[in-house]
């Protein structure tokens, strides 16, 4: 397997059956394994998890239900949710909680309205799913436990079973009508071709045998050792579960360049599922995956809900994690970053409106805030203790607040920050052919009116995009081009996505950041800090579906002042082009 493969691991089948009841996806994203010999196995590179119609509650009794997308990588300390990059932690009252760490690479994902788990350790996938969705899930691995496996168009396939030494199994290969139809394409291969090869035992016997040492996947026969209190929790299973892991074990470890780092994996998955059952397995030895914690770290076979810097001690009590080995901090130390700290070094724990972790802050530092309206600062007070302030923080000129945690402060497109200055300035560099400099910008005028797409394509060809709209500089440039052009709106870059949840209009981006630095990305992106400012036209007002509309934005000059509207693509407009 030499392409990136994207699937349905799992989810809900029929999405009108849960119309607006919370439901779930989840989606994988495969690639050749590093440490492969023979190149045949894939590993997960990503996992993504969307969820849909979440409760959610808000202050003053607020409730409405919402929609998440959890990304995270393999090995990586830090996920994505709705697009915006989180370390550490996030939590919403009731609807999830989310949680990485730093060793070893550790995701685990609880949604309390769906009874939902997810863990990602390394590359091991693990999804704990309420009996609720029984007999209603499809994709890859679709219902567990069943010999009937479902496509997407609802067919259903059974495969044969075969007898083997470990009891009946699937013939590997019987596999691929099915994999094959839960295919994805993800943005990031759009365009790769995928496929999905025979799958063939390249293990010679020399090698089976070289495997089935007892050092390496013979750990799964031998008695008496580390594996064994697992395995007195099976009864009659214990026999032909040791049979299935050693024959797995072995299929696995003869395309690896190195078994005795790859049986650690093996393993690893074993103690994981053991794990999740209440029996806690310590493993590891010094001569055998021994994991090294580093300073003031200590090896648990069960690290989950481990004490951090300004965390809740109660949370503890009642830890709601799915159990994972790892590395915690020595008794009385709590976790900063990737540190084990006193808890008089905390420092000061910021979080977001919603809870969700942005920093730590040691006495005298300081961040900017979400949206960059405001900053924040940790103070040492008269008695000794550390308490936050908040200051009211205003973007500079020329500049763009980033979607990071915390925010950034960046030059704004076309402008760059000299050595030894402050400020951002204009690039030193003319104005291409056709381009003439306009309040400070590059801009080519059109005098045609035309819908959005043309606009775009019109203004791609010349080597430019619509006006982007990035900085209250721009905001001024688009009012005084509004002016002496005498239009009353015009195109600029983005599109929205409209969603009205009882009635109310909210906005979201729709470009992906796959394909940012792109012409088509950079004429479809609108800025984020400014979708507060973006109202919908009056004639869509009350028409917006349930699943959304895809809009797109207009600068419109209303009693002297520019606003941001939302409009169908197809409204003539009319519009100027920005050098890129």
């Not at 607020?62 to 830090?78: I, R």
């Not at 396939?157 to 083997?164: D, G, Q, Y």
């Not at 979400?370 to 020329?398: H, M, S, W």
């Not at 509004?482 to 909210?506: D, N, P």
């Amino acid at each position: 397997m030499r392409l990136p493969l994207g699937f349905k691991f799992t989810g809900v089948c029929n999405k009108q059956e849960f119309h607006d009841r919370p439901n779930f996806d989840i989606y994988t994203n495969q690639v050749p394994c590093a440490n492969v010999h023979h190149k045949d196995g894939t590993c997960i590179k990503e996992v993504e998890v969307r969820l849909r119609n979440i409760p959610v509650s808000y202050p003053c009794g607020y409730k409405k239900k919402e929609n998440f997308v959890f990304k995270v990588k393999a090995y990586d300390t830090k996920f994505q949710l709705n697009g915006k990059t989180i370390y550490q932690v996030s939590v919403k009252e009731n609807a999830y909680k989310a949680v990485t760490k730093h060793w070893p690479s550790y995701f685990s994902l609880v949604v309390y309205a769906l009874d939902l788990k997810v863990i990602l350790n390394g590359n091991h996938l693990r999804v704990r799913i309420a009996d609720k969705f029984r007999g209603k899930l499809c994709g890859l691995c679709g219902d567990c436990g069943t010999d009937k496996f479902k496509l997407r168009n609802g067919t259903i396939v059974a495969l044969p079973l075969f007898n083997r030494a470990d009891g009946k199994a699937y013939r590997k290969n019987d596999f691929k009508p099915i994999g094959v139809d839960w295919m994805v394409q993800s943005d990031e291969f759009e365009n790769e071709k995928c496929g999905v090869p025979n799958i063939v035992d390249n293990c010679t016997g020399a090698q089976k045998k070289k495997v089935a040492d007892k050092g390496l996947c013979g750990i799964f026969k031998e008695y008496n050792n580390a594996l064994q209190k697992c395995f007195d929790t099976m009864g009659g299973q214990a026999w032909s579960s040791r049979e299935r892991h050693f024959t797995d074990c072995v299929y696995d470890l003869c395309e690896m360049e190195d078994p005795s780092k790859a049986v650690c994996g093996a393993v690893e998955a074993f103690a994981q599922e053991c794990a999740a059952k209440g029996v806690l397995l310590n493993w590891r030895r010094p001569d055998f995956c021994p994991m090294n914690c580093g300073p003031n770290k200590v090896y648990r076979a069960d690290a989950s809900c481990q004490r951090e810097c300004g965390s809740i001690p109660e949370k503890y009590d009642a830890c709601d994690e799915e159990p994972a080995e790892g590395c915690v901090c020595k008794d009385g130390l709590y976790l900063l970053g990737d540190k084990c700290v006193p808890k008089c070094q905390c420092g000061c724990r910021v979080l977001d409106i919603h809870g969700n972790f942005i920093t730590n802050l040691q006495p005298k530092q300081s961040a900017i805030m979400p949206g960059c309206a405001e900053k924040v600062e940790c103070e040492r007070k008269i008695d000794g203790t550390l308490a936050k302030k908040y200051i009211d923080f205003v973007i500079p000129p020329n500049s763009v607040c980033t979607d990071d945690t915390p925010p950034k402060i960046l030059c704004a497109r076309g402008y760059q920050k000299p050595a030894n200055s402050k400020t951002c300035q204009r690039k030193p560099e003319d104005c291409k052919y056709g381009y003439t400099d306009t309040y400070g910008v590059c801009i080519q005028e059109r005098q045609e009116k035309t819908a959005w797409q043309k606009a775009t394509f019109t203004c791609s060809g010349l080597g430019g995009t619509l006006l982007y709209m990035d900085t209250a500089e721009k905001i001024k440039t688009a009012k005084k081009i509004l002016k002496a052009q005498k239009w009353k709106s015009m195109y600029v870059t983005g599109q929205v996505k409209a969603i009205s949840t009882h009635g109310f209009v909210t906005f979201k981006p729709v470009t992906s950041k796959s394909k940012e630095g792109s012409t088509q990305w950079a004429n479809d992106h609108f800025y984020t800090a400014f979708l507060d400012k973006v109202s919908l036209i009056s004639c869509l007002k009350g028409k917006v579906p349930e699943e959304g509309l895809i809009l797109n934005v207009i600068a419109d000059l209303d009693q002297d002042e520019v606003t941001f509207k939302a409009v169908p693509p197809t409204t003539s407009m009319n519009f100027v082009c920005e050098q890129l």
